[in-house]
């Protein structure tokens, strides 16, 4: 990740891990410097439609289920549309990439968007974490920040004095 790269020399030399409390601070802060910019995915084009088509199989795929369920299960069209499964409310994705890293309540920590996916991994396909930077994540990610273009970020929002 080009994160490790920027502050690798500022760590005695080590590079710092991704999804670790140091690091998630530090892309919280990076992310909070474009807050009110609008997200765009960087790639050219073919590389990202590539990204996306594989995110939306990996998001509707029952390859890391262990309770036969996929994230379209809940998280219904492709993530674009809230849902309510035994009364409880499922949040459609659309913007949610904004907003991350965000603070989970479960976790009492920061995390970013690759951490909630795990959590939703865990919790509700009853699988395992997966490593961060793993294809399907990665994929996973691209997927759902692609449906949140053109929503601005908004992360680390301090209340107003
Ligand atoms: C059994 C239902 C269910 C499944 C399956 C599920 N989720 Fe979720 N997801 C939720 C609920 C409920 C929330 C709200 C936060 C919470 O309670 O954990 C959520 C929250 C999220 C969020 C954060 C939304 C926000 O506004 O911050 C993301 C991102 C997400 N899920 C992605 C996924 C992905 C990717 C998968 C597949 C690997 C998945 N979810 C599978 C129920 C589900």
């Not at 998001?59 to 674009?80: K, V």
Request: proline content about 4%.
């Amino acid at each position: 990740m080009a994160n490790n790269f920027a502050v690798v020399n500022e760590n005695n030399g080590t590079p710092w891990v991704l999804g670790s409390d140091d690091a998630n601070a530090l892309i919280l802060y990076m992310t909070s410097l474009s807050n009110g910019k609008q997200i765009r995915l960087a790639p050219p084009d073919t590389y990202k439609k590539d990204w996306i088509t594989k995110g939306l199989a990996a998001f509707q795929s029952q390859e890391l289920s262990l309770n036969g369920e996929s994230c379209e299960t809940c998280h219904i069209e492709g993530g674009r549309k809230k849902n309510l499964v035994d009364n409880k409310v499922i949040p459609d994705l659309k913007g949610v990439a904004a907003r991350y890293p965000q603070y989970n309540y479960h976790v009492n920590k920061i995390i970013i968007l690759e951490q909630q996916i795990n959590l939703c991994l865990e919790k509700n396909l009853a699988g395992h974490a997966i490593p961060l930077d793993d294809e399907l994540m990665v994929a996973r990610t691209t997927y759902i920040t692609w449906l949140s273009e053109g929503y601005k970020i908004s992360v680390a929002k301090l209340p107003e004095k």
